[in-house]
C-alpha cells in the first residue's frame, strides 16, 4: 500500500518519509491507535516505502518487484507476527503460530486493513478463545533474522498487539529489539501501549495515530466501501473515527445488539432498584461464550456511559450514539447521578482486569452489578 492510498494521516505520512529520507527512522516502531483507526495501513505503507526499489516522490513507486509483492503481502523480507491459539483452521497436532495461519492473515488485511481484533480471531478461526503471542513467535523472528536478507535492502518485521507477547517471548526479544541487524525495522502496532511489557516499549519509539476525522471516515467508506449514504452517516455517529468499527456496525456483525439489550436491560434493573433483574443480566454477562466477549461487553458498555456522560454535560453532539438509539440515551442520561458515570467506569475497568486475570466470571459481574447500585 502506497502513502498515497491511505485517506487522512498526513502529518504523519510526511513525518515517516522525512524520518526515512533523513535517515531518523528508530529501529523499531510503537503504532499505538485505538481499534480500525489506521495503524496498520501506515506500518504496510512504510515498509513498502522502506523496501521499494524505486521509490520517488516521497513515495514507494507501487510498480517494482518490491512493491508489488508487498501489495499481496508476500514479500520474502517482510515478516508477520500476531496473536494465535489453537483453533477450528488447523489439525489438532499442529502448532498454532502466525506462519500457520498466514495465508488467513493475508486474506484479511487484504479484504480490510483495519480490522479489528475479533475480526482477525475469526478469519483464523479462534473466535471463542483469546489471542497470544507466544514464545515459539520470538525464536522464530530471531531464526529469521539469523539469515541474510534474501533481497538487498530493508527488512520488517511487523508485530501486531505486542500487549499479547508473553513475559519468556519478550525477553527473548529484548537484544534484538535494542540492536537489530542492519537495514532491519520493527513495526509493532498496539492498542493498549500501557498493557505492552515496558521492556518491551521503553525500546521502541511510541507513536499515537489517531481517529480519523468524520470527513476522512466518511471518504473511506463511501470511496473504497462502497457504503449508501444513510449508513454511513449512522455509522460515522458511533465509530469515533475509527474504519472498522463503522464497518463492524454497518454489516451488522458482531455482538452490538446483544451488548445493547444486555446494557439497556442492566441499566434499567439499575435505575428502577430492581436487583433481581439486575443480577439476572449480570448472569448472561457471564454466560457469554468467551472471556474476549465479556471484556468485549465490558468496552461497549464503557462506550455507552461515556455516551450518557457527554448528554448530561450538554454535549449530546459528541455522544457518538445513532439516531435511533437516542432517545434511551437520554432517559438513561436524565435518571442518573451526575457522579454515577466516572464511578460505572471505574468498576467496568475493574470488571475488566478481574476478566484477565481469570477470575470467576459469576462473581466478577455480580461484583459489577453491585459497585453499580451502589454509586446510582
Known sequence: MKFADITGHEELKETFVRMCVNGHLPNALLLHEDEGCGAAVLGLALIQFLCCENPENGDS???????????????????????????????????????????????????????????????????????????????????????????????????????????????????????????????????????????????????????????????????????????????????????????????????????????????????????LSALEVAEEMAALDSREKQKGFCIFAGKCIRSIYMIQNGMESLARVPASELEPFRSFAGKLGRTFCPDALDALDRSRILIDRNVNDKIVFCDLVNRLFLNV
Open 61 to 275: 513507486c507501487g510498480v517494482c518487484r518490491s512493491c508489488r509483492q508487498m501489495e499481496k503481502l508476500v514479500h520474502p523480507d517482510v515478516h508477520f507476527i500476531f496473536p494465535v491459539n489453537s483453533g477450528t483452521r488447523i489439525s489438532s497436532s499442529e502448532k498454532p503460530s502466525s506462519a500457520v495461519y498466514l495465508p488467513y492473515w493475508r486474506s484479511l488485511v487484504l479484504e480490510n486493513p483495519y480490522f479489528l481484533e475479533d475480526d482477525l480471531y475469526k478469519a483464523i478461526g479462534i473466535d471463542n478463545k483469546s489471542g497470544i503471542i507466544p514464545v515459539n513467535e520470538a525464536r522464530s523472528v530471531l531464526e529469521v533474522l539469523s539469515l541474510a536478507p534474501v533481497y538487498d535492502g530493508f527488512r520488517a518485521i511487523f508485530i501486531w498487539l505486542p500487549e499479547k507477547m508473553n513475559a519468556e517471548a519478550a525477553n527473548r526479544l529484548l537484544k534484538v529489539l535494542e540492536e537489530p541487524p542492519g537495514k532491519t525495522i520493527f513495526c509493532l502496532v498496539t492498542h493498549a501501549p500501557e498493557n505492552v511489557l515496558q521492556t518491551i516499549r521503553s525500546r521502541c519509539r511510541l507513536v499515537r495515530v489517531g481517529p480519523l476525522t468524520s470527513g476522512e471516515l466518511n471518504d473511506i467508506l463511501l470511496a473504497k466501501y462502497k457504503v449508501p449514504e444513510d449508513e454511513a452517516a449512522d455509522a460515522l455517529s458511533i465509530a469515533g473515527g475509527s474504519v472498522g468499527a463503522a464497518l463492524k456496525f454497518i454489516s451488522g456483525d458482531g455482538d452490538r445488539e446483544v451488548f445493547m439489550d444486555m446494557f439497556a436491560d442492566l441499566m434499567n434493573a439499575v435505575i428502577s432498584r430492581d436487583l
